[in-house]
């Protein structure tokens, strides 16, 4: 596997850096930390320059925690990277995973892969809706989702799904999961591993950045629910906008340097 691996953590959490560190080093897979941002340390203008309140109330149901916000910073800086740099692509992982069987292969796999794709998950749930799938590896299926999952904790971003999240989402609004779910917003072609190359260790259960959620008021409530009808009438509407697995077999050429 050729291709630059980061995984973001905060200075403080040495032990999941170590933890995941080491597992990296016994699948033989080189990986350099990336700085988490920590929100209330950026400066006031590099804030209104990376959150817009205004485009929150219009698109989401609640105004991020600080730890939202410096989540997406710190996956803006991961895409920023890869542009800066002569790589096709760059596998971006949170620092609370555990990399399971399969996960060396399945990046190598997508490095060699034939068809167009912005993103590729390496972690959903445990039966995700597909639209089509094909052979990934002799364990595991590469797959074009029915609805994208939510979670940010492993992928793969090429360079022309990178250009397509930078131009489109600074200032953001949403959290970055629930904007990755919006994809047809800005043509994304997101695909996925099934099943999942990686898990969640248990201190996932009690992040390092994201504070409780207060309960949500009737308004929410009612924004909320909005936001579900929005993303259900997006994928029924553009779903079938990128063609099945199997049919498109020409890498594009963003995706090369």
């Known amino acids: 596997m050729t291709l630059p691996l980061v995984f973001i953590n905060l200075e403080r959490d040495e032990e999941r850096r170590e933890r995941l560190l080491g597992q990296l080093h016994e699948s033989g897979i080189e990986g350099s930390r990336l700085p988490a941002v920590w929100w209330a340390d950026l400066a006031e203008d590099k804030q209104a320059a990376g959150y817009c309140s205004d485009l929150n109330a219009r698109q989401y149901y609640k105004s991020l925690l600080n730890g939202e916000k410096g989540c997406y910073a710190s996956h803006l800086t991961a895409w920023k990277m890869l542009l800066e740099s002569h790589a096709p692509a760059l596998v971006v992982l949170e620092d609370d995973v555990c990399l399971a069987p399969g996960f060396a292969e399945a990046l190598q796999a997508i490095e060699a892969l034939d068809v167009p794709w912005d993103m590729v998950k390496l972690i959903g749930r445990s039966h995700e809706k597909v639209r089509s799938s094909r052979l990934l590896t002799a364990g595991l299926k590469l797959v074009q989702y029915r609805r994208v999952p939510s979670t940010t904790a492993g992928y793969v971003v090429s360079r022309s799904g990178a250009q397509k999240l930078l131009a489109s989402r600074q200032p953001f609004g949403r959290p970055v999961d629930v904007d990755l779910r919006f994809w047809w917003e800005n043509d994304l072609c997101i695909l996925g591993v099934t099943p999942?190359?990686?898990?969640?260790?248990?201190?996932?259960?009690?992040?390092?950045?994201?504070q409780q959620i207060d309960r949500l008021s009737p308004m929410?409530?009612?924004?909320?629910?909005?936001?579900?009808?929005?993303?259900?009438?997006?994928?029924?509407l553009h779903g079938r906008r990128h063609p099945p697995l199997g049919q498109a077999r020409r890498k594009p050429s963003s995706n090369r340097r």
């Open 220 to 236: 929410a409530r009612w924004r909320k629910l909005r936001m579900k009808w929005q993303l259900n009438l997006g994928n029924l």
């Open 196 to 210: 999942s190359v990686l898990s969640l260790d248990s201190t996932s259960d009690v992040s390092t950045i994201w």
